[in-house]
């Protein structure tokens, strides 16, 4: 056994009351306690001793194993464990503290999942070594008297006069600082305090300044997983010992980047992208943007640079489309059209239903999930479907009411995704209209969700299922989109019939039934619609087809029913699960009491 030596053997040194010597002196040389190869570098002697012991016949065998050995990160030389005097402080009693916080809630760590992480740190803690024997840092406030005792206190006149309570003809130049700065984490734990109020700390007496008293504690703190104990957890502890109160109330972790396999990035590896190059190419908004987008919490990031072009093409995206609406000319006197009215009307339902959930989401830091709604948002909803319905003719104008409506939706979605696109939303927000000199989006408040009726976005939505079923339709038979159609619709209304028929270039017409003529059905739900593709139509394949999705639709619909006769199923299942399984029942009826007519229309056209 090696105490002196080896951390392992150290510890049951402890336990057996072993003798502690130390054979290495400070430069990595066998001292006078080894009492051979005196003087001998460690790496020297190691290999003499071999030959040594085998021409003393002691020498049983040898063998290669492997250790683990520790490396300077400056100058990769081999670390030598060695006994050595430094400063410690005691945490059981700041860890016990700590836990506390973090067990009862007053301090909530996101993702949930590192809470164990931390509990594991906080109930194995040991007492911390807070000695560097650096070069640089905050040197350690203790001073050594010439009989080898020490005092401790924060400033060297401080110290002067409690040497002289115990000595009183010591004086100044008889004190000598020890050389030993204190770990960087030793100042770090202080953040919360000492950048506010640098006084604060390890002076209980001392009454906070009115900028500590305002900014603590704070709300959130965002750090990365492989500081938790280096830094939050001591931050915690600092802030239970010196202040009475916990710093902050949530912290949040944010993944680790890495590369695309998986590695760390770091200089070393030369894996890591110079975002400097990055924001050149691209631009500070798309670099950011394209990282948030796929930055979930605590989660680590495989870095692609097809994120970045993602962001970049999202920048292009918000410009185009403020471009094409300031391009609109704008008659005062054209009324609105029942299109633009009905887009308005969804839109801004629309609006107010994904600001009530991004709220939510950033409210359970849920980031990612929030800005990809408003990604949704932009570049779906609005430049999509929003844009596209009010769009008018060519060559013609919009209406004034249209255009104020559009440019405030856009103003809306401006401030939406400006805390992480800065720079292209306050570009665009000034030039939307006349601003006062120094105003700023900064400064603007953020869009509050309204009031809406859902029956709204409902029909808007079946609005665009029947659009997409046309444009399927014209994708499988090779239409051109400039190609006008005729769309049946069964039944006695359809919402939307007029955005219907711009989206997707048609005209409809509510039927009672389809008649004998050629086309494609297809659902909206449980409502019929039909393409008339009179000549135009392979009835035998469209025949087979039907047949294909009946023959599916009756086996779902078998093992449904299976479920739902199953009384063990029916009496354990929760009734959200039971009321999905009867839903699905009915919307397989439907389609099938549909697909059974389209078949029975395909037999009658042939």
């Known amino acids: 056994m090696t105490p002196a030596h080896d951390v392992n053997d150290y510890e049951i040194g402890l336990r057996h009351n072993l003798e502690v010597l130390d054979i290495i002196d400070d430069h990595g040389r066998l001292n006078e306690k080894a009492q051979i190869l005196v003087g001998e570098d460690r790496f020297d002697a190691r290999k003499k001793i071999e030959k040594m012991l085998e021409e003393a016949g002691n020498l049983v065998k040898t063998e290669d194993y492997t250790s683990p050995i520790g490396y300077s990160e400056r100058t990769n030389a081999v670390i030598e464990p060695r006994l ?41 803690a040991r007492d911390w070594c807070i000695s560097r024997q650096l070069w640089w840092g905050q040197r350690i406030p203790a001073w050594y008297l010439p009989n080898g005792s020490c005092v401790v206190e924060a400033t060297a006149e401080a110290a002067l006069k409690a040497a002289q309570a115990i000595h009183p003809n010591i004086k100044a130049e008889d004190l000598r600082q020890d050389e030993d700065v204190l770990d960087t984490w030793f100042s770090s ?14 002076h209980p007496e001392h009454e906070p300044n009115k900028d500590l008293a305002y900014y603590y ?48 990035m770091s200089k070393t590896l030369g894996n890591s992208p110079n975002p400097l190059d990055l924001i050149d190419t691209y631009g500070a908004d798309a670099v950011r943007i394209g990282m948030l987008l796929c930055s979930s919490a605590g989660n680590d990031i495989f870095y692609d640079e097809a994120q970045i072009k993602q962001g970049a093409a999202f920048c292009n995206k918000i410009w185009n489309s403020y471009r094409l609406v ?29 600001v009530a959930l991004v709220e939510d989401h950033y409210s359970k830091f849920r980031i990612s999930d929030a800005l990809m709604t408003i990604y949704k948002l932009v ?40 805390p992480v696109m800065p720079f292209i939303t306050e570009e665009l927000w000034q030039d939307i209209a006349e601003r006062k000199e120094g105003e700023t989006i900064m400064y603007a408040s953020s869009p509050k969700a309204e009031t809406y009726d859902p029956a709204v976005l409902d029909n808007f939505i079946l609005a665009m299922e029947a659009v997409n079923g046309v444009r399927g339709v014209r994708s499988q038979r090779n239409i051109a989109p400039k190609e006008a159609l005729k769309l049946s619709i069964k039944g006695a209304s359809f919402p939307n019939i007029p955005l219907v028929e711009k989206m997707a270039n048609c005209q409809v017409e509510l039927v009672d039934s389809f008649g004998n003529a050629q086309g494609v059905a297809f659902l909206v739900r449980t409502q019929e619609l039909f393409v008339v593709l009179d000549g135009q139509v392979n009835v035998a394949e469209e025949l087979a087809k039907a047949e294909k999705d009946l023959a599916y639709l009756q086996k779902f619909l078998q093992g449904v029913r299976g479920k739902l006769s199953n009384e063990r199923f029916v009496a354990n299942a929760p009734a959200a699960v039971i009321e999905t399984e009867r839903k699905k029942e ?10 059974e007519a389209q078949i029975e229309q395909l037999k009658k056209s042939k």
């Open 84 to 124: 050595s005097t430094q400063w410690f402080l005691k945490m059981d009693a700041l860890a016990k503290d700590a836990l506390e916080s973090v067990e009862s809630g007053k301090v909530k760590l996101i993702p949930d999942k590192y809470r164990n992480t931390y509990r594991h740190w906080m109930e194995n």
């Open 189 to 202: 734990w202080l953040w919360p305090i000492s950048v506010f109020d640098p006084e604060k700390p390890g």
């Open 217 to 264: 504690p704070t709300s959130d703190l965002v750090t990365g997983p492989d500081i938790i104990f280096f830094w939050v957890a001591r931050m915690i502890m600092a802030g239970e010992e010196f202040m009475g109160k916990q710093p902050f109330s949530n912290v949040y972790f944010t993944g680790i980047v890495r590369d695309k396999i998986g590695r760390k």
């Open 326 to 354: 300031k391009g609109f000319s704008v008659d005062e006197n054209l009324p609105q059209s029942a299109v633009a009215a009905s887009a308005i009307e969804w839109f801004r339902a629309k609006l107010s239903q994904t």
């Open 379 to 418: 570049w779906d909803d609005y430049c999509s479907w929003y844009l596209e319905a009010i769009k008018p003719a060519y060559g013609q104008p919009v209406d004034a009411a249209t255009q104020q409506a559009t440019l405030g939706f856009f103003e809306s979605l401006l401030k939406l995704i400006h």
């Open 586 to 595: 009915a919307d397989a009826l439907s389609k099938i009491e549909s697909l």
